[in-house]
């Protein structure tokens, strides 16, 4: 058996996750698929630790890129389970806090103040570029024969990922793209505004908005990307950067979802940089 960094991190997020369907297994449907789930999902990444490198690459493959694979899956999961501690959403907090904070609410004043469509469809863009950048640094890491910065990336990764996704069920908040109106007028009627509005409405979890995951996560990798590649950290800069500003602009998250998402890729970074 080998376990690597990033396997612990799978089996103990399904570990915690399913102690938490125990817990609080009243409050969740069929609570007993989640668990088995859960289980099947430890056995399989354990049996996978077998998996010697001098096997078939495509079991190879399997072995070292099913962590990234976790991230959707986790993700669509926890869209049931935001609600099995509480039977609510803590928008109000969450609005007070970046009130707070900004003074304002920029999740609903920066597309009113800056109404231009270029600056919406780049901003918008860079949001959908999330789906690129949780696999684009790995991908160059792997690609270049670089294994050990993948895995350690692929760790970073997963971890930051994991870390919000347990913040969800102890402080659901929908965000504004479900509590306010949707922008509306000229902004509304861009190529990538449509495209990603529409990914969304067919695959967004409800109560996962505090922190970004989608911050979270693009910080964790652009600052991975400084530490092994400088031309990687070029590329994904103005996508991060972007993504970060998109978030907000497009009412995806209230301006503290992002804010707490950015220090979160933080301290793991600052984590990993210790234990790696």
């Known amino acids: 058996m080998n376990l690597l960094p990033y396997d612990w991190v799978a089996i103990g997020y399904l570990a915690i996750i399913g102690a938490l369907i125990l817990i609080f297994h009243k409050n969740v449907v069929r609570w007993y698929l989640y668990l088995i789930a859960h289980l099947l999902g430890i056995a399989g990444i354990l049996s996978l630790t077998f998996i010697q490198e001098s096997l078939a690459f495509p079991l190879q493959f399997i072995r070292d890129w099913y962590p990234l694979s976790t991230i959707a899956l986790f993700y669509f999961e926890m869209g049931k389970l935001t609600q099995m501690v509480f039977q609510r959403y803590f928008d109000e907090t969450v609005i007070r806090w970046e009130k707070q904070v900004f003074k304002g609410m920029p999740s609903l004043e920066l597309s009113r103040r800056f109404p231009s469509i270029v600056l919406s469809e780049v901003l918008h863009l860079c949001y959908f570029s999330y789906y690129v950048i949780a696999v684009f640094l790995a991908a160059w890491l792997y690609f270049g024969g670089q294994t050990g910065p993948f895995q350690e990336t692929v760790f970073a990764e997963t971890l930051t990922f994991n870390l919000s996704l347990l913040c969800y069920p102890f402080l659901p908040a929908t965000g ?79 301006a503290i979802d992002a804010l707490t998402g950015v220090v979160l890729g933080c301290i793991v970074f600052g984590i990993t940089s210790k234990i790696i």
């Open 176 to 254: 504004p793209r479900y509590l306010f109106e949707k922008i509306e007028g000229k902004l509304s009627g861009g190529f990538f505004f449509k495209l990603t509005h529409s990914i969304l409405s067919r695959g967004s979890s409800k109560g996962t908005a505090f922190p970004s995951s989608h911050v979270s996560l693009s910080v964790i990798v652009l600052l991975c990307a400084f530490r092994y590649d400088s031309t990687a950290f070029l590329i994904l800069l103005p996508m991060c950067t972007g993504l970060t500003l998109g978030t907000v602009y497009g009412r995806f998250h209230y």
